[in-house]
């Protein structure tokens, strides 16, 4: 096990260091969600195009031992309907058993997997909930696995995966009225719920801004029952944290990505499913790797490929700016 070999930092144009990699495992899911994933699903991409655990891992590698990068979140579509994944979890570990290795899930196949995951070196995991109504479930996801999430969830608290965050996408109409539910349950169960604004990457093209809850709207629903206090993080990441006053457990985060934009700190990267590394969530456009590794170059090539590639990433998004355009994959395909 090497550590970050030191030096070389992933800089962009506007100052900004990645040190946060997203990596989508598959682009397959078994929900629906309606801010996500068209209701017919998709065309899935072939095992073949998939990248491999090990081609996974060696990218992993040149980000941590080249470039410093210290947090490794895995997602999807939904990663563990990846078989073995909580062998990808070892192998990404191995690199550096302090990296902070997290998962963003569904939940579902959690009371199968989180005990496997955390022995494997996953230390953290965002669940999606957005509803705690089984029959709402049903419309946002388009699955009956309410109970199975909610199981799902109390099998990542038995794990020791903490801690435990829940993420909520807030949609006018939908599930707004639950907000103040969401943050009593954060405070039950000491979760930190993170409130996500929707945003113009759903497969049914239904975005609208109309249907977007503005962050500050939720803060102060949730203010009027439960004062909250700032968190100071140490590292940059998407959401603005609050903890709750009184002292009570738990917490709560926004994540504006629409009304109040956080891209002057953004130090995050992703790869897809298929190796594309993009730059930004709103890239129109991805820098391939996998054929790149397949054709046996060095890690020193892949490296410089990497750094021109975030050297030259978006300064930030465009969203509800002229020039904004929707790029043509959906969250499922990008991963969160
Ligand atoms: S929109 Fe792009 S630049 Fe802005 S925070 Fe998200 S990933 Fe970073």
């Not at 891992?57 to 410093?68: E, P």
């Not at 892949?302 to 975030?310: F, K, L, M, P, Y």
């Amino acid at each position: 096990m090497i550590g970050y070999m030191g030096g070389r930092r992933l800089l962009d144009s506007y100052g900004r260091v990645a040190d946060d990699l997203r990596i989508s495992i598959t682009d397959r899911c078994n929900f629906r969600c309606i801010y996500c994933m068209p209701a017919e699903g998709l065309k899935w991409l072939a095992r073949d195009d998939l990248l491999r655990f090990e081609e996974i891992t060696r990218l992993a590698r040149i980000f941590v031992q080249r470039y410093g990068v210290r947090t490794i979140r895995i997602t999807g579509g939904e990663p563990l309907v990846r078989i073995k994944v909580e062998e990808l979890v070892g192998m990404i570990n191995a690199i550096d058993p302090t990296l902070d290795i997290t998962m963003t899930t569904n939940g579902v196949l959690l009371r199968d997997k989180a005990q496997k995951l955390a022995e494997a070196g996953l230390k953290r995991i965002n669940i999606s909930l957005d509803t705690l109504h089984a029959d709402r479930f049903h419309e946002i996801a388009r699955a009956d696995m309410f109970a199975r999430t909610m199981d799902g969830i109390e099998a990542a608290r038995e794990a020791g995966l903490w801690p435990i965050k829940l993420n909520m996408v807030v949609m006018q109409g939908h599930n707004d009225d639950e907000v103040v539910d969401f943050a009593r349950l954060a405070r039950e169960k000491g979760y930190e719920v993170r409130f996500i604004e929707f945003m113009p990457l759903d497969g049914d093209n239904i975005w609208t801004n109309e249907q977007v809850v503005p962050s500050r709207r939720i803060q102060e629903q949730i203010e009027d029952l439960f004062p909250l206090e700032p968190v100071k993080d140490t590292r940059p990441g998407p959401a603005t944290r609050f903890k709750f006053a009184d002292g009570r457990p738990g917490g709560v985060g926004f994540i504006s990505s629409v009304s109040q934009a956080f891209c002057t700190t953004c130090n995050r990267v992703r790869l897809t499913a298929e190796g594309g590394l993009r730059t930004c969530l709103f890239s129109l456009n991805e820098t391939p790797l996998r054929d790149l590794m397949r054709s046996g170059v060095s890690d020193e090539r892949i490296g410089s490929v990497i750094e021109t590639a975030i050297w030259h990433k978006e300064e930030g998004h465009l969203i509800n700016k002229p020039g904004f355009i929707k790029p043509a994959k959906n969250m499922s395909q990008i991963g969160g």
